[in-house]
């Protein structure tokens, strides 16, 4: 199995590329692009569609020959909503940096034709989940709810510092509705100050997988089976863009039994 913990190759550019290839899986990709302004990057997506966050910063992006403008405000992914583009299989995209950007690309297979769209932050959800320690705020940029695409599903979550997230531990990884959906996936992690650090520990209930890793500012956790809980130490705040993705577009979770019993507290 790759390993589950991808760092940055770079300090700019592509800094960040996860295929299926790479993940050893079929449905998620996920690519980090960190531009100066004024530097561009684009791409035709093909047999995949495409959802491209603006994680920091302004671009002016085109995508399925429509012009989108400047899309974009946040100077940080804890500073408020993010803006995206959605772009569907077989068409081009292209973002230009306005100001430095940090734009996520985040992919699964397209299966119809669809229409390139903006999804401003003023259309996206969201909601707290959890209680106490166990409290993080969501924000859904690609939920199932959307019919806009054919098989991602892309949110983001803030976790306080000190706090716990995807947890109590939930895995997603047989596909057996309506009790659980397969979907693989990817969380992108930031940190504030970036400075500090996390865990995340990624877990079968037989144990044949098992890895605990240091979240960093700026690293990638890969999630191809099994429960997936990650905590933010106390003092810096986690961020984390997850990108979902498997035969059917639903998130159905199995809770591990152990610690379900956390959820009538």
């Keep these: 199995m790759p390993q589950l913990l991808v760092k940055p190759s770079a300090s700019s550019g592509k800094v960040l590329d996860v295929t299926p290839h790479s993940a050893g899986w079929t449905y998620v990709g996920f690519a980090l692009h960190r531009l100066k302004a004024g530097e561009s990057v684009g791409a035709a997506t093909g047999e995949r569609e495409v959802c491209l966050v603006l994680v920091s910063g302004t671009a002016?992006?085109?995508a399925g020959a429509k012009d989108f403008g400047a899309v974009g405000e946040r100077k940080s992914p804890f500073a408020g909503k993010p803006a995206a583009v959605y772009v569907p299989g077989q068409a081009e995209w292209e973002a230009r940096a306005v100001t430095d950007v940090?734009?996520?690309?985040?992919?699964?297979?397209?299966?119809?034709q669809k229409a390139a769209r903006l999804i401003a932050p003023d259309t996206m959800s969201q909601e707290t989940r959890g209680q106490g320690t166990n409290t993080r705020h969501v924000t859904n940029i690609l939920p199932e709810t959307?019919?806009?695409?054919d098989s991602l599903l892309v949110v983001e979550v803030i976790t306080p510092g000190g706090h716990t997230s995807s947890y109590p531990p939930h895995k997603h990884d047989r596909d057996d509705l309506p009790r659980e959906s397969y979907l693989e996936e990817t969380y992108y992690h930031r940190l504030d100050p970036p400075q500090g650090f996390g865990f995340q520990r990624v877990y079968t209930?037989?144990?044949?997988l098992d890895e605990t890793m240091l979240i960093e500012d700026g690293v990638v956790t890969l999630v191809p089976k099994g429960y997936h809980p990650c905590a933010?130490?106390?003092?810096?705040?986690?961020y984390y863009l997850n990108v979902m993705a498997g035969p059917k577009r639903t998130w159905k979770f199995h809770n591990q039994k152990e610690?379900?019993?956390l959820l009538g507290r």
């Design 60 to 62: 002016e992006i085109t």
């Design 102 to 112: 940090e734009l996520a690309v985040c992919s699964a297979p397209a299966l119809t």
């Design 146 to 149: 959307d019919p806009t695409a």
């Design 205 to 208: 209930d037989d144990r044949a």
């Design 232 to 238: 933010a130490i106390h003092g810096y705040d986690l």
């Design 259 to 261: 610690h379900e019993w």
